[in-house]
């Protein structure tokens, strides 16, 4: 027999769905303040979250490059690049090769961490249009281009005044590569960023950074630097976007 100092389960079952509400709108808070930073009076959509599931054969085939530790790759839904994740990079100085770059540029010559840095410069994606010649930043952009492969990546859009999450893809769910820049740091990892461009502002002040996709048969002349940067931004893909349920994506991000 229960005496009045103990509590049934039954009584718990109100606090419990409390709490898990609770937390679900932490999660949610968590990844729109990692997702949406405020500049200029404008909310940005950071580009934070990208997806590639092709297998390691339909990479190499369709890039027509061989892995480098072949062994080391898993298709991923999500690739969180708050959590210093690794993706696949193709670079002008090996472009026959896949290789492995930590996703968020740092200087040539950084001795910190990756963590550190990211804290204060976020360089996952680089707006490069606000890229300043005597930047750091610069010199990448002109030396050091490379192709950052990927199946799909995530945005975030205000709708029936509700923000929701959205994977974006080709039309043919092919594998496509991101124009990137990289640098080598002083233990020979690659660091490397998305370059992005600014389409304005829509509705709700939200600017939307548009990650730049090369054309694949445009691969070679992007990473040679013969093709200008404003060339490939006019390159029109068909695109196809669905709504992606944030708890799902709490759950499943690398």
């Not at 990079?89 to 090996?94: D, E, G, L, M, R």
């Not at 994606?125 to 930047?135: A, K, R, V």
């Not at 990473?223 to 893909?237: G, H």
């Amino acid at each position: 027999m229960l005496d009045k100092n103990t509590v049934e389960l039954k009584d718990l079952k109100p606090l419990l769905y409390f709490y898990r509400k609770l937390r679900r709108a932490r999660l949610k808070i968590i990844f729109l303040k990692q997702a949406l930073v405020c500049t200029n009076g404008l909310i940005r959509n950071m580009l934070s979250r990208i997806s590639n599931t092709a297998s390691l054969k339909d990479i190499e085939i369709q890039l027509n490059s061989k892995f480098d530790y072949d062994y080391l790759y898993e298709p991923t839904s999500i690739i969180n690049g708050f959590k210093e994740s690794s993706v696949c990079v193709i670079t002008a100085q090996a472009p026959d090769r896949i290789q492995y770059g930590i996703w968020g540029i740092l200087p040539r010559g950084f001795i910190d961490s990756w963590k550190s840095f990211q804290s204060f410069h976020n360089t996952l994606e680089i707006e490069y249009e606000l890229i300043p010649e005597t930047s750091w930043l610069f010199e990448a952009l002109t030396y050091r281009r490379c192709l950052i492969v990927a199946t799909g990546f995530f945005t975030a859009e205000f709708e029936n005044h509700k923000v929701k999450t959205f994977h974006n893809q080709l039309k043919s769910h092919d594998v496509f590569c991101f124009a990137g820049i990289y640098n080598i740091l002083e233990d020979g990892f690659m660091s490397c960023s998305i370059l992005t461009h600014s389409n304005g502002s829509s509705h709700y002040h939200l600017k939307d950074p548009k990650p730049i996709i090369v054309a694949a048969d445009k691969y070679s002349d992007f990473l040679n630097q013969d093709m200008p940067i404003d060339d490939i931004c006019n390159t029109t893909f068909e695109m196809d976007k669905s709504i992606y349920n944030q708890r799902q994506m709490m759950h499943r991000e690398y």
